[in-house]
């Protein structure tokens, strides 16, 4: 479903991505933890497409069509309003308009933008930025999730209702890698976990039932040199 | 493919109708030049029919340099560039998309622009309107093409503003001569066939960079 | 480094050349009966204008190659036929008015020629100008790239224009359908001048080129 083999890319002098190869199968859920410069958001861009790799290979079945990506740019026109900007994505991926219109009340209900769907996203705080941006990268119905940070300016109840949404994507076989900060969060939802240092993974295990405070510690040990 | 285009253009041009500001801005610029130029004349000592050709695309000329820097100024504050290059469209067709918005910008402007300028400076347009909209219309596209392309470039780069219109001077100034002269042929009443060799050279100049601007975008975008 | 000292070389030997063909054109090529001595210099204008826009030629090829073959060699080529371009550009740029005030009475006129040539002049700055202003050197290449390509298309609609034109500078005598109607003499002239220039144009493209690779190497590389 989505594999990596062999990604080395590098900016000037710094490598940021060093021999990385992995496999994802319908309904995994990687989750991969790193310190900032490690090359994460690298790794999310290269399989996406967005980046070309110095050697290696991506691959995506379904190629960009079946990719949903949140980055750290919520990709949202601010001059126009949250249903504008989810019919425009959701029309260059070619989604049919009776599946949009179901979609979009569908997200817009469970992510609590429904009284937003006719302001100017530029009106909109951070927060609510976010949950658009959610919508957005689901619009199309996406098998793979590319998901940078996600969890971003989300309060408790939105963040609760996303890691819903995520849990219901994983359960229906959607693939999702997910590159956090959080721990917590990130664990949660993982059924695989990596940690990432200079472009390497340094381990990548299933999550075998370990919960947040082993995967910190494991997180701790491998990252600082362990 | 097409149709992902007019997607992009029909959402720059929703966005600009919302603000309005560049397009107002041009539009208020063009009434200006052509009242400044025509009270600033001496109607004894120079014909309308010799400065105005100069005054025309002078006026149209900015309008596009102002179409040209809001363009990919759009996508990089909204930063939804890797949006467009993520999504399944070809990267031509968001370069044919940014082509339309800009066309239907400046041609708006024209449309204001050639009715006042022909008010103003007393100058008799309807007998050679079609081929002077066709001169517009062939110059406008030129430029334009060329000029998509650069700030696709530009809007990255350091001093982004000043280095597009240096980039794109060398490439203005060709059509813009020929628009000028062909213009001034017509608008002195002299024989079609006149204008014709420039008309000719700027259909050319079109077909050449619009193809080759379609061709070249995505090295510009992509990595 | 080799690739320096066989560029300096070549620049050497053609600008003793190039001394050669001015012992020549004073001393053994007839005087042009209108324009006088002032004509003389025609023979680093014309060889410099044909390489200005030779020089535009190289880099609009180079580039192409570049995007298909994304070899650094071609990127580093085009930019030092770019800056030799720029020179001959200059170099056309002075010596034309330095020609045409005795014979035209003024240093310069928006005819079609020169004006075209200023374009041509106005396409190297920026070129030179977008590669300063860009800092990612692969971003930097692939963009130069399309610059070189846009502005080696531009050349032959200025070329047209010219002809197009009926002006003040004179016709093209030596680059036009028919065969070149300059008198014996100083056709040869014009020939060996020609070809001097061509020696300095690999002289120079073949420094510069040297001074990028020494460029890049002293820059941390991956």
Known sequence: MLLAEGLRHAYGAVQALDDVSFALQPGQTLAVFGPNGAGKTTLLKVLAGLIRPRAGRAHIEGGRRAVGWIGHQPQLYSQLTVGENLQFWAALYDVPKADFLRREDDLLLRLGLQAYEHKLVRELSRGLVQRVAIARALIHDPRVLLLDEPFTGLDRTAAEEFRQLLAEQAAEGRVTVLVTHNVEEGTELATDVAFMRAGRFVEVAPRAGRDAADIAEAYRRAVSGG | MLRHAWLVARKDLLVEFRSRTAILSAVVFTILVLLVFNFGRDPTAVAAVDLAPSILWVTFTFAAMLALNRAFHLELENQALDGLLLAPVSRSSIYLGKLIANLAFVATVEAVGLPLFALFFNVRITPVLGPLVLVIALATIGFVAVGTLFSAMTGRTRFAELLLPVLLLPFMLPPLIWAVLATAALLAGRPLSEAGGWLRLLAAFDIVFVTLAFFLFPATVSE | ??????????????????????????????????????????????????????????????????????????????????????????????????????????????????????????????????????????????????????????????????????????????????????????????????????????????????????RERAEPHA
């Open chain 3, 1 to 214: 480094m080799k690739i320096l000292k066989t560029g300096r070389w070549i620049t050497v030997s053609g600008l003793a050349l190039l001394a050669a063909v001015y012992v020549r054109a004073l001393a053994f090529t007839p005087v042009e009966r209108t324009q006088g001595m002032a004509q003389k210099i025609f023979y680093i204008h014309l060889p410099s204008a044909i390489w200005a826009e030779g020089a535009m030629i190289f880099v609009g090829v180079a580039s192409i190659f570049f995007l298909f073959l994304k070899d650094a060699r071609l990127d580093r080529f085009a930019e030092a036929s770019a800056e030799v371009g720029l020179v001959f550009c200059t170099l056309v740029l002075t010596t034309g008015p330095i020609w045409g005030k005795p014979i035209w009475g003024t240093w310069w006129t928006w005819d079609a020629r020169l004006t075209l040539t200023l374009l041509l002049f106005l396409m190297y700055v920026g070129y030179v100008l977008l590669r300063g202003a860009v800092t990612d050197p692969g971003l930097r290449a692939r963009y130069a790239a399309v610059l070189g390509i846009c502005g080696m298309s531009l050349v032959p609609f200025v070329h047209l224009s010219v002809y197009m034109f009926r002006t003040l500078h004179p016709q093209p005598i030596v680059i036009k359908p028919s065969a070149p109607s300059l008198p014996g003499e100083m056709l040869t002239t014009f020939l060996f001048s020609f070809v001097v220039f061509s020696i300095l144009y690999v002289g120079f493209v073949t420094q510069r080129y040297a001074l990028a690779l020494l």
